[in-house]
């Protein structure tokens, strides 16, 4: 071996809970925590992060291997960003390699990797170039109030009603930012909202706007994290993804739809994009602006407790006023069942539609049918890998697990009792895309959900289409939702509004509130009056009074209560820690006893309680078994500190073939 100078601790992207020690040649330049070094990791070559220097080795390793590279130190990481990595890692308890995959682009981390300069990226379309609105009197406000904020680190939460202008106050603060030689990182949460955001930044500021979002290719994304890290690129419109990007002398983080449930990572490392957002701008001394019609509980609780500063568009931008919703108790007056639409909002949409106007139908459920019933035994396909009901897809014909997406043809008979009378039951947005072909011949009609999105071109031009009124009746699920546009829109309607609520989630009101107010938002938003109708069996139920009436404050003040009361968050902390396997036996054998480790582990911390243990919600997922606890405390620092050490010794501590996930602050569907 090669003399050493000294040794280091290397963080490797495998999923791991440890750092692991090299020797740093001789004849090498100083490292520094955060400088990308090559690492032999068995017979393989690894990708690295330097976590600490200057390490003392552990006397009872046998061998300790020198490095076999160091990367050019463009590629390394900035000490505000190391610092949110570091804390990334203690903070959601996570292994540094999975943590580790969320900083880098993908290509990075592998030794043999892309020739970035080969990527094409897709160039951007601007959209409408004309004169610049004049921001009114409230949006104006809230961009003084930012701009004239105290330096360094701020965050304010941009609390603005549907169509009250956030996207053009964002556009003003980059303005204002570009002008002093600074960037900006703006992030969306869904790939769907990019192309439409980033376009109305490019038609404003041109080619030093870029995207960045889990669609792109490998090469793409190494490209764009180049231009951004030499400063070609000022403004990056991406998702989650995109939080970790080296933009130079970065003046501002803004966080759009702040809400969203799609800033939270589900997989591997089970981080909330937003936390880390705001994380990212106190350690870059920077302010960050969290934009939302229907803010998030937590947020709304930061403003009242001081951390965030409430800046508020009480008014729409546009000369429309808010749309007027008609309430349909679905109990009194029922739905068509291949529409789903009541008599009203029938009558309605065909009423807007004689008009020359377009109209929008929600439906948060994907494919024909939610399954095929047997009429002969009551058997319903289930999906082999999930305990789950297969839907019924008809164009092209599968039976489709939504979950691991396993397909398979519609069988012909049904698989227990060989009857051949199988009967779609319900409606999906595709059966309500063919009923409304019947029902209204020759009229323009599209669909737009998760299996329509797989391809980012044709979600453009679904967009696009319906944005120049090509399109008169648009179906969606909830990426119809989300901080669209259009001008031509009148008429919203919300079918099933209520079906939220049946979904094993602490916070399924706070979801079903924001979905309607952000749904009946895309109605009227210009010179055009919208009307919203919202379907419902539950008419009496305080999160659909308080869309209703369109007060977020009389919403916000209830769910806090019940929050409270319910020892939910914001008010307690959550860690989710969930067991799987082939063996259901044996994963639930795994999780009696570590809720027995856990409770005699936090037996002199009161203020942490261990609920269950418990089957998952989805009990077999993806081929496995699954079981979970649930940890609650009011002081979660302290139960972090004592999880941190013991989390090693609980895993290796489990039986073979059984594997430990642990969720921070966990979506709430468990």
Not at 479 to 485: F, R
Not at 593 to 616: M, Q
């Amino acid at each position: 071996m090669e003399a050493a100078s000294h040794y280091v601790s290397v963080w490797l992207p495998v999923p791991r809970r440890l750092a692991f020690t090299y020797a740093v040649p001789a004849d090498w330049p100083a490292l520094r925590p955060g400088s990308l070094v090559v690492a032999p990791l068995g017979r393989r070559q690894s990708v690295g992060i330097v976590a600490a220097t200057r390490v003392q080795p552990d006397p009872d390793l046998a061998e300790i291997k020198p490095l076999s590279a160091r990367l050019p130190e463009i590629w390394d990481l900035s000490p505000p960003l190391l610092r949110v990595l570091q804390w990334s890692i203690g903070h959601y308890l996570a292994p540094p390699g999975e943590a580790l995959r969320a900083f880098l682009p993908p290509a990075l981390l592998k030794t043999k990797s892309p020739d970035p300069a080969k990527a094409r990226l897709r160039p951007i379309p601007a959209l409408e170039t004309l004169s610049l609105p004049e921001p009114n009197a409230e949006q104006n406000a809230a961009i003084e109030a930012i701009l004239a904020g105290p330096e360094g680190f701020q965050a304010y939460l941009l609390h603005g009603i549907t169509g009250s202008g956030k996207t053009e106050v964002y556009l003003r603060l980059c303005a204002e930012l570009l002008g002093r030689g600074r960037s900006a990182l703006i992030l969306v949460p869904e790939i769907a909202l990019t192309p439409q955001t980033v376009g109305r930044f490019a038609a404003r500021f041109g080619a030093v706007v870029g995207s960045y979002h889990s669609a792109m290719t490998e090469a793409q994304r190494l490209k764009t994290w180049i231009q951004a890290r030499s400063g070609e690129l000022r403004i990056l419109v991406g998702t989650r993804s995109a939080l970790a990007l080296p933009l130079q002398d970065l003046g501002l983080v803004v966080v759009d739809e702040e809400h969203d449930s799609s800033y939270k990572q589900e997989e591997r490392f089970r981080y909330q994009g937003r936390d880390l957002a705001v994380l990212r701008a106190r350690e870059e001394g920077i302010p960050v602006v969290l934009g939302s019609a229907t803010p998030s509980l937590e947020s709304l609780e930061n403003a009242e407790s001081g951390k965030y500063r409430l800046l508020h568009l009480p008014d729409r931008a546009t000369r429309g006023a808010l749309p007027k919703i008609h309430l349909v108790d679905l109990k009194k007056e029922a739905a068509d069942p291949e529409t789903l639409l009541s008599p009203s909002l029938a009558a309605a949409l065909a009423a807007t539609l004689a008009r020359g106007e377009q109209a929008l139908l929600f439906l948060n459920r994907r494919g024909f049918a939610p399954f095929l019933l047997c009429r002969g035994c009551g058997e319903a396909p289930n999906c082999p890998n999930c305990e789950i009901a297969l839907t019924y897809h008809k164009r092209p014909a599968a039976m489709v697990c939504h979950y691991c997406e396993f397909r398979a043809p519609p069988p012909e008979r049904c698989p227990r009792c060989s009857d051949e009378e199988l009967q779609a039951m319900g409606s999906g947005t595709e059966r309500l895309e063919e009923a409304l072909a019947r029902l209204h011949p020759g009229r323009r009609i599209a669909r737009l959900d998760r299996d329509v999105s797989l391809s980012r071109q044709r979600t453009e031009e679904i967009l696009t289409s319906f944005a120049k009124g090509e399109i008169d009746i648009l179906v969606g699920t909830q990426l119809v939702a989300k901080g669209h546009d259009f001008k031509q829109l009148t008429l919203v309607g919300i079918l099933l509004a209520d079906s939220t609520l049946h979904q094993p989630d602490f916070r399924s009101a706070e979801r079903l509130f924001q979905l309607v107010t952000q749904v009946a938002g895309r109605a009227g938003r210009h010179d055009l009056p919208g009307e919203v109708f919202l379907q419902t069996f539950r008419p009496e139920h305080y999160a659909i009074a308080a869309a209703l009436e369109q007060d977020p404050h009389r919403f916000f003040l209830h769910e806090r209560e019940h929050r409270r009361e319910a020892e939910y968050p914001p008010f307690r902390r959550l860690v989710l820690l969930r067991l799987s396997g082939n063996q259901a036996g044996k994963v639930e054998q795994a999780a009696r006893k570590l809720a027995e480790d856990l409770r005699t582990l936090f037996a002199r911390h009161p203020e942490v309680k261990v609920l269950g243990p418990s089957k998952s919600a989805l009990e077999k997922l993806r081929g496995k078994y699954r079981w979970q606890l649930l940890l609650r405390t009011s002081k979660y620092e302290a139960m972090r500190r004592v999880l941190e050490e013991k989390l090693g010794r609980l895993e290796k501590s489990l039986a073979a073939g059984v594997s430990l996930h642990v969720d921070v602050d966990p979506a709430g569907s468990f």
